[in-house]
């Protein structure tokens, strides 16, 4: 395989996943290990007065208990005052009490004897619509472009509607783990997280120590979703450092099922007003797009951005703002495709205006096709959706639609067919990596970053392969260790961009070197031959000209006495946006108002596919999340005390193989010309933005209702 990229590769890594011998952070046991438990509040808003903690210092096991008045003080990063440092409570379910054990289930049992009383207690908000009278715009959060009022006057119509997503909350198989172990000043965390460099600088901050003197691996993790994306605002994790620094021993925490959904932060609730004004030829004239989602008291960031609903269609006039209302609920977090929220508002009213209309929903689309960014006139730097457009609705069958709502049937099921365009816009940015070829002419890569299931160590050994020309069963791939060369979180589908074109320039200075070795070399087959007359592949260096005169990396490397390496900060990536095609059908029972998704069809342009494979993995990954996302996913609240009350899966309901169907998934595969990572893009979180909206129009197709609140439940439809 002398072009590895782009071919389908099996995970590098499946073999250690499905023998088990892949050790995950909740793995690692230490001799002299402790085991902690936390103690959480049972009010949302409040002031402890009493925390009683002597039954759980008194319990067998335990070794300490600690609370808001004996805590390690922590210095206090961003996120907001970390909590256990003052008798203030802002949400339920925040730290208040750390017990540590022997064991495990000492520690647990001794949490349950901790006591507490609370005074001053107010009634918690939950819901934005108790708090409207509180909306508060962060800076930089409002675009205006043209006159979108002149545009609605313009109109022969305009659309109003109103769409509403609730709170989600992440459920990776693998919970939040840390086991710390100290040494002199530094510690050394096995954490489950989506960035070791950021997570090792923060945590080493929260204990005011130098960045350098934390270190934090995490070399395989079970899911993150955006909520492990970082733990400077994770006091379960700072906290369990601190304690472990003050006994001097290594400490273990990982958090229950129940615990994720009231520790960490969560998707926050959204709501959108979208207003749309068209001429009656479908040519938009206005798009306005109010968001409001759920703040906390203490954080003022926005995590469901609009900025697909900026980038995707043409229109002289656009207005888009994101503000937020405080509540009385745990600080919003980034979850999987953040656009979703706004994104299922836009994609819904632009269905509902189709049929206003009369045009079909896929010609609406293409109407207001544009490769320009209207949010600031610059010209994408590729853009090939008419291609996805194509492939998808020809795969689909989407010409032998009947557009009229609710007339097709299949015995006592009613028959949609709906569509969405897909687009989430990834991050851009940097990454550093090693690369190094041994004696024995094998190669190692090193980076520090991390694969949260999506692919990086079987796409980075590709990258390397080939910019070696290196069989990829001789390249490994070594990630997760806040100690390689730095990189950046995986969050904003940012890795493949920022990491690339480090493992592809590292490797390629490698090769030049050991050219140069080869043909400096008075007894090499290769002396006498510039640089450019020299070709690797398959391990071997070839002259261009005469392949018989060849020699090995391992002969050369081994007569040089030493590994050849070279470590290289990738050149940047530039932000961009991946898109695609959804089409989706379901049957909805007359009888009962049961839907179930019966064929989907995506096709997506997220510029060159490095492993098509791999690629695939996070299409069906996005279709299926998508699915609960439309019809399941809702976390609720007790109105009384904002208790979360569906923390576990057995009521927080989610897709599972029996709700999926067969998925059709098809790339257009075409580089694109600015991107510095071999002409991909980022895109894991793409095939997910227009899932619930596709879904939602293709129950409208078949039914006639039009739901405009997330989840579609079957009582919405009754």
């Given amino acids: 395989m002398s072009q590895p990229v782009g071919q389908p590769l099996p995970r590098v890594d499946g073999v250690a996943k499905v023998t088990g ?14 085991y902690g438990s936390l103690v959480l509040s049972t009010v949302a808003r409040g002031t402890i007065t009493s925390m009683d903690l002597s039954a759980a210092a008194a319990a067998p096991g335990v070794v300490a208990v600690f609370n808001h008045e004996n805590a390690p003080r922590l210095v206090v990063g961003y996120g907001g005052p970390p909590p256990m440092q003052n008798a203030t409570v802002n949400t339920n379910g925040q730290l ?57 006057a313009q109109a022969d119509v305009v659309l109003k509607g109103h769409y509403s997503t609730p709170p989600h909350h992440h459920n990776a198989i693998e919970p939040h783990a840390i086991v710390v172990e ?32 934390g270190r934090v691996l995490c070399e395989y993790i079970g899911g993150g979703f955006g909520g492990k994306t970082s733990l400077a605002a994770a006091p379960y994790a700072q906290f369990t450092v601190a304690i472990a620094r003050q006994l001097g021993r290594p400490l ?52 469901n951005p609009n900025r697909s609903v900026q980038r995707l269609y043409a229109t002289p006039n656009l207005h888009t703002r994101a503000q937020g209302v405080r509540l009385d609920l745990p600080a919003g977090q980034f979850m999987r495709a953040p656009e979703v929220c706004a994104h299922f ?42 291609e996805a457009y194509a492939m998808a609705s020809n795969a689909f069958g989407w010409s032998k639609r009947d557009p009229r709502p609710g007339v097709t049937r299949s015995g006592n099921d009613l028959v949609g067919w709906g569509m969405a365009t897909e687009m989430h816009a990834h991050d851009g940015g940097t990454g550093n990596a090693l690369v190094r070829v041994d004696p024995n002419g094998t190669a190692v890569v090193q980076c520090g970053s991390q694969d949260i299931g999506t692919g990086t160590y079987t796409v980075m050994t590709q990258v390397a392969a080939q910019a070696l020309g290196i069989p990829v069963a001789q390249v490994t791939v070594q990630l997760g260790d806040s100690n390689f060369p730095a990189a950046g979180a995986s969050q904003s589908s940012a890795t493949v961009p920022s990491l690339t074109g480090a493992v ?24 006498g031959l510039t640089a450019d007359q020299v070709v690797a592949e398959h391990g071997y260096l070839f002259a261009a000209a005469d392949r018989s005169r060849r020699v090995s990396y391992r002969d050369v490397v081994t ?94 309901l989610l897709a599972v193989n029996a709700d999926v169907p067969d998925l059709e998934v098809m790339f257009v595969d075409k580089p694109d010309p600015a991107s510095t990572a071999l002409g991909a893009r980022g895109f894991g979180e793409c095939p997910m933005t227009g899932i619930p909206a596709a879904i939602g129009n293709a129950i409208y197709h078949a039914t006639g209702r039009r739901v405009r609140d997330l989840p579609i439940t079957q009582d919405k439809l009754l």
């Fill in 559 to 652: 007569k040089n006495g030493s590994p050849v390496q070279n470590t290289a900060a990738g050149p940047l990536n530039v932000a961009g946006n991946s898109c695609g095609a959804i089409f989706v059908e379901v049957r909805v029972d007359a009888r009962y108002s049961r839907v179930r998704v019966t064929r989907m069809v995506g096709a997506y342009d997220c510029g060159r596919v490095l492993n098509r494979q791999t690629a695939r993995s996070q299409v069906i990954g996005g279709m299926t999340w998508g699915i609960g996302v439309a019809l399941m996913e809702h976390t609720m609240y007790d109105d009384r005390t904002a208790r979360v009350t569906n923390p576990n899966m057995s009521t927080y």
């Fill in 345 to 386: 508002a836009l994609e819904t009213a632009l269905d509902e205006l189709s049929y206003e209309l009369g045009i079909d929903p896929l010609e609406l689309r293409l109407r207001n096709y544009t490769d320009v960014n209207p949010s600031n006139g610059q010209r994408f730097t590729s853009k090939y959706l008419r």
């Fill in 504 to 527: 592809d320039k590292a490797g390629k200075a490698v090769r030049d070197a050991v050219i140069q070795l080869a043909i400096a070399d008075a007894a090499s087959p290769l002396h």
């Fill in 252 to 303: 273990k925490l990982v958090l229950t099922r129940a615990q994720l959904y009231s520790v960490l932060g969560q998707r926050a609730e959204y709501q959108a007003d979208v207003t749309l004004g068209a001429k009656r030829d479908g040519t938009l004239t206005s798009l306005i797009h109010i968001g409001t989602q759920q703040l906390s008291r203490a954080n003022e960031s926005l995590y």
């Fill in 182 to 213: 100290w040494a002199g000043d530094s510690f050394t965390a096995h954490v489950s997280t989506q960035g070791v460099v950021s997570s090792a600088s923060s945590l080493a901050r929260a204990v005011g120590i130098p960045p350098a003197s």
């Fill in 96 to 152: 208040i009490g750390y017990v540590v054990a022997e064991t495990l289930e000492q520690a647990q049992d001794a949490a349950t004897l901790v006591t507490v009383e609370y005074g001053s207690q107010q009634a918690p908000l939950t819901l934005i619509d108790d708090a409207l009278d509180q909306v508060y715009l962060p800076p930089n959060q409002e675009l205006i472009v043209g006159d979108p009022q002149a545009g609605l």
């Fill in 21 to 34: 011998s892949a050790r995950y952070a909740a793995d690692r046991t230490l001799p002299g290990m402790l």
